[in-house]
């Protein structure tokens, strides 16, 4: 199959459209190395968010329509009408969408990322995170932390209670933290995390602890009761995926720099909806190429949970593999090891793998048991279909039906299918297809 | 030299000796293993620390006398002096120590330890570190961070201000923070620290973040100033090395534990002085086995600085690589391989020698990518001797007389000629020697 979709110029007269190829992902490489993502603002999704209405609720992956859904991702979809009183329970919300009163739309097509469900509804407060190269702004929540939470497709009374604390207490306080911070780095921060045993995914616990340290001065300083800039403090120390939706609007800024570059192989960004897995590439617009989405097969479960109780992979987090983090740089995170088949050496061989399939190594994030190699960046669709080599992703997996929320973690590969339809679509665009 | 050592019986008959001093060894580090170092309180060293008095200052090392100290601990005892007000001067405090009006005592003698010059005087005040297990109390001052201070040999104005504001505003905080919190396990923050990139004696920045995380909290909640919380808060948020002086009185309470255990060969304390370097043993009671303090051949320059600049090696922080963490933790904090020879195998390989001189792995602090492998942990000084490698140590260097503090870092080894002595007095008080 590799060699049939081998583009065919490729290895004609002085490799032309090779180095036409090369030049243009060199082009997209260097844009994408030379964002500078800083957390500037919260603010509430209906006012920042391009095309969101308060009849639309978005989610992670692709688009897709109610009915495709997966069940977390529906147990989410509701969730959020109720909490934004445009339904009173599961019912009504069903009723509305199954009246296509409610706009559905995935997050990427609003400049917008989340993990998981993904899910963003009008009144939530956003992360802004701006980028201070190219000035653009990508959105995301703040991370929910564990339970029963909508990101991880399960709502209950206490999902309410948070997402309004969050919406009311949290997002406006920190709103004035972030003011009088001055803005905060995100890539001064995941450079020293993934110093710090962080692949910047699946683990963020030190990142998470560095953000700390970069927010409690402008926090108790705010003039605010003690009693509330605690409640705060321990939202962010109790949960070390805190810095995750951080992490992806800022790799979402670097994509976005890099796509739209004619002639470019590289892909700009690979995203699961739960039902689908799809990618876009820089030189080929916004088209997604899809597949389903796969389950996780290497991954651990929690106590009473396996392999048959888990939803294929979900979420727009694989943003950060597209970046190079997350599953590329695995080998910044030996404790990830047990997901990569146990040892430190099958971590290493990942992140080498992933070296195949890149085009350039990114020395901002360094990986120190690697010799300070930076992480293998910048996946090219040419590599991928000839070398057979996925793109390896650290994800989580949450219950496929009861709305238990999150039961496993583990790695999950791209479909190959993906990247062999985005080729195809490469050759017929530029006219180059056998 | 090596086999002339050897201790005659080790080979005799059914190896009776060998077994005996192994089976020793086992008893020393599994007493070693079950401390549980606490930070529990916050005092004045003279109501706590055991014999010292008005006019004692404790040192770092084996004891000395005023005449052969090194300059830089000579600079930071007439400054201890100055800040307790029994000099007014350089002068004043020369003629003191000239005239024999001060005790001069090494900490290692008074249940304490300190860093570099490691002077302790009556009035400052000291982390009390319990173990919960055996119940011993260990003492050490607060880091005092970077710049002109004490523990670097440098004194000036603000070494003096800074002393002052530890002694009456830090350190009764940090009484109120630490009984507050109910006591900090020690052992539960190095344990991350290690899977985070600290090798737990030069770098300590993870967990000094962890630690900062978990007196946020109590910090917060005393009812103080905002002002004066966030002074605190500074003070130890700006000095990545402030978990160094409790890591220390941990190590030390570890291997009081394992002291005195008869027939034991195992080395329970490594100390330099500046000038000296001495080791203890187990089964040999409180004698020093001393050689000259060595230069740190591996070391890293600040600019303007070079190799002829540095005193000998000096500090009771070696205590650390005599618990099996620091450098011969080293391939934990691959941030440190610079010192190492440069690459992230050559800390691996200092790693997997120290594991040849020790006869343990201490599971409680895993080395990640060394597929959480146990730190090599408990020097036993016949295989020092009979291996010829040395205990590889991870220290700072100090300017020799200008007064300059720190001039660069790097890895020094441990005297052979300290275990050499040690394994012959060891044969001569167990009557085994040839």
Known sequence: MASRLRLKKQ???????????????????GRLFSVEPTFVDVETAINVIPGITKHTILHSGTPIEWERMCDPMK?????????????????EAENLLRKNSIKLSPNHNHDSVGPMTGIISPSMPVVVTKDLTYRKKVFSTFNEGGGRVLWFGSFGKETLSRLKWIREVFGPIMKKVVAKAGGISIWTILAQGIQMGDECHNRHASSTNIFLKSI????????????????VYRFIAGNSHFFLNLTMTS????????????????????SRNGTDFGIRVSGIGNRWFMAPAPYLEDALYNPGYDFNDGAPDIGDS???????????????????????????????????????????????????????????????????VESGVLPSINS?????????????????????????????AFGSVYRLAA
Chains 1, 2 share one sequence.
């Open 396 to 424: 989580a997996v949450i219950h496929k039906s009861s709305g238990a929320g999150q039961i496993g973690a583990g790695i999950v590969k791209a479909p190959y299918e993906c990247f062999a339809k985005a080729l195809r």
């Open 318 to 384: 694989s943003i950060i593999e597209t970046m190079g983090l997350g599953g590329f740089a695995i080998a910044a995170a030996p404790s990830m090891a047990a997901f990569a088949g146990g040892g430190f050496e099958d971590a290493v061989r990942i992140t080498r793998e992933m070296g195949q399939i890149t085009v350039a190594k990114n020395q901002k994030f360094s990986i120190p048991v690697m010799n300070f190699e930076g992480t293998p960046t910048g996946i090219d669709i040419r590599r991928v």
């Open 251 to 270: 790799c979402k800024l670097a994509l976005d720099a890099a796509h739209d570059v004619k002639d470019s192989t590289l892909v700009t960004a690979m």
């Open 11 to 29: 290895k004609g007269p002085k490799g032309y459209l090779a180095e036409r190829i090369n030049r243009a992902n060199s082009v997209a490489i």
């Open 75 to 91: 147990r989410a979809v509701r969730g959020a009408l109720i909490f934004e009183g445009l339904a009173n329970d599961d019912k």
């Open 216 to 231: 409690i001065e402008p926090l108790f300083s705010l003039g605010l009761s003690r009693d509330i800039s605690l409640q």
